[in-house]
């Protein structure tokens, strides 16, 4: 196919006068959208030399706004492999993606440019000074980038990030692929909360706008806020949403009835692995379609697609088009029907592989020419065919654990548990233990919406479970970690202390009525006892992660007529509980 593929099928899908992406507070019709790429595209190859068959990548780092997704498009228009970097992320995670990426075209905003050191840089808020010195040529132009459309980081939640090359081919398939089982017709409107690094912001915005839909995008606040995210729902008539499961649990976190979700007609969840529970809600309080998505980074967004609206069991259906899934075992000999094993996936959606990293390359994306004759990605997840043919996700290789000498997967103990009445979510890890000679400690962290007796939780897990696979400790929580994908973080759990730090001063001797309720404001969404907090404690040992902490804003806002700006919802800025209390006390007094 052609290097401008993707961007001729955008040509083909579109109304000129339909909105293409509303923001804020202003629309962008597919005509002026167009057009802005195209001029884009121009600026582009008047800064630099682009030679006929000499091929490179571009980082593209820019918060949530048009430009973005602008961006995007005029480098798939000009067959510039595109690299996108979400600036939230951490910076040393960012140093790391930009040094592996190698680009030599940088697109961002003249407020980062401390990362880009010696690179050709487009600065989009002062184009003129970004254009003064233009270079001849692209230097360093690598043949590796023809035909990739972009190279996306994965999470690197276990290990430092590797870049996925992704072939425009397979962007391609996935449109056609997921639009052959997902109604994508053009009068619906879809929500854009995901993380541009993060790969099923493609669906949101690629796939959106080459079927002719209008993106309904979110900004930095309510990407990552349950009460804006609620609001921008309702407001802006969304009709199609995709998110992890982690978000949706927040979501109904917020809006118990899922209210805001009344004129949705397609829910798609994925990234993770979805409970029964959260699927029963959702099919009780919506009238949407719902479908399990199923797929890694590397066979690009989504391989296989299940609709659970008139199912009871979780599935994650059948391959999309052009695409083959195996299960295999550990010789990548296929499993009967029935049986567990790796599951393997070969096909048009197959990535190029791991940009710079050969090793990993060839260790996932295998040719076992004794059993298949073509390449398989082998995901490292567990899974089995059902009796119609649908496949069951039964869990990750790597949470497959060895305790007390037995072998088991942690996600057998969440599954479990989520079936015990008022538990939501749950997470089991092992704790590692800090003493050479102490024993591991296996942990069960949950979520819930009632009062749990742990001794009956107990009682239920050993009713359900071999002994050797009940966890040591229960810990209640009001939310978890996440990642900025939206996916619960069970490196953070694993690493989280077990206790709260006490300081001296308790609440009672406190006589700022402020300081009182914000201290209550934490103790509610983190479940903590109100002794062990005072003006003095650390927000480091309130409990409160980067989720929690929004939530914690969000009832601040309500409680006191206040509201955080975006920069200020971050945990990070604040030392102590006093210097939240100074900081609303301010807004309170403007």
């Known amino acids: 196919m052609n290097q401008d593929s ?49 091929y490179t990548s571009c980082i593209i780092m820019l918060e949530r706004c048009p430009e973005l997704i602008i961006s995007i498009f005029s480098a798939l228009k000009l067959g510039i492999t595109y690299i996108p970097i979400d600036p939230i992320y951490p910076q040393e995670k960012i140093d790391t993606m930009i040094k592996k990426s190698n680009s030599n075209i940088v697109i961002t905003l003249s407020r980062y440019k401390d990362y880009f050191d010696n690179k050709n840089v487009i600065f989009l808020d002062s184009l003129e000074d970004s254009n003064k010195n233009k270079s001849t040529e ?68 690629i796939l959106a706008l080459c079927k002719g839909l209008t993106i309904v995008l979110a900004n930095e606040t309510e990407q990552f ?31 118990e009835e899922l209210s805001c979700l009344k004129n949705v007609k397609t829910i798609m969840l994925g990234g993770e692995k979805l409970s029964i529970k959260l699927l029963r809600l959702i099919k009780e309080r919506t009238n949407a379609r719902i479908y399990n998505m199923y797929g890694p980074t590397e066979t690009t967004v989504w391989s296989a697609v299940s609709e659970l609206t008139n199912k009871d069991r979780i599935d994650i259906g059948k391959p999309i088009k052009n695409t083959g899934i195996y299960i295999v075992d550990d010789e990548l000999n296929e499993v009967q029907a029935g049986q ?56 990750r290789k790597n949470n497959q654990v060895k305790l007390r000498g037995f072998r088991f997967e942690l996600e057998r103990l969440d599954e479990v548990a989520t079936q015990f009445n008022g538990i939501k979510k749950a997470i089991a890890v092992i704790k590692k233990p800090k003493k050479d000679n102490a024993d591991s400690i296996l942990c069960m962290y949950f979520t819930h919406d009632i009062n749990i007796d742990i001794n009956i939780l107990e009682s239920f897990m050993l009713e359900n479970l071999p002994r050797h696979m009940v966890p040591d400790i229960f810990i209640p929580l009001d939310d ?45 969404v983190t479940g903590t006892d109100e002794n062990v907090l005072n003006i003095n404690t650390k927000i480091a040992q309130t409990g409160l992660n980067s989720i929690l902490f929004v939530k914690m804003t969000v009832l601040i806002e309500e409680k006191f007529g206040v509201e955080f700006p975006f920069n200020k919802l971050n945990s990070s800025f604040f030392n102590q509980i006093s210097s939240l209390v100074e900081y609303v006390n301010s807004l309170i007094v403007k």
């Open 138 to 205: 692209i230097i360093n132009c690598n043949d590796y980038y023809k035909n990739i459309a972009y190279i996306i980081f994965t999470s690197g939640s276990t290990g430092v990030p590797n870049g996925v090359a992704v072939y425009q081919t397979a962007v391609i398939n996935l449109i056609e692929g997921l639009s052959e089982v997902i109604d994508f017709s053009k009068e619906n409107r879809i929500a854009c909360f995901t993380s541009c690094s993060f790969d099923i912001f493609v669906v949101e915005t």
């Open 225 to 255: 806020n349950p009460k804006l995210m609620d609001k921008l729902i309702c407001s802006k008539k969304v009709t199609m949403l995709q998110m992890t499961p982690s978000t949706m649990q927040m979501l109904v976190n917020y809006d």
């Open 6 to 54: 993707i961007f001729n099928m955008l040509l083909k899908n579109k109304e000129l006068n339909k909105p293409a992406i509303d923001f804020n507070n202003y629309t962008i019709n597919y005509s002026d959208f167009i057009s802005r790429v195209n001029a884009f595209a121009e600026i582009i190859t008047s800064r630099f030399m682009i030679h006929e068959n000499k």
């Open 480 to 524: 978890f970690i996440y990642t900025a994908n939206g996916k619960i973080d069970r490196k953070a759990l694993e690493n989280m202390e077990l206790t709260i730090s006490n300081d001296s001063n308790l609440i009672k001797e406190l006589p700022d009525d402020i300081c009182t309720k914000i201290i209550d404001i934490i103790c509610e």
């Open 340 to 395: 567990e094993g790796e599951l393997c996936i070969a096909g048009a959606g197959l990535a190029a592989g791991y940009f710079n990293n050969e090793k990993l390359t060839k260790d996932r994306f295998v040719f076992p020419n004794h059993v298949l004759d073509k390449v398989i990605y082998r995901t490292g997840d567990n899974a089995k065919i059902l009796e119609d043919g649908c496949i069951e996700y039964v869990g």
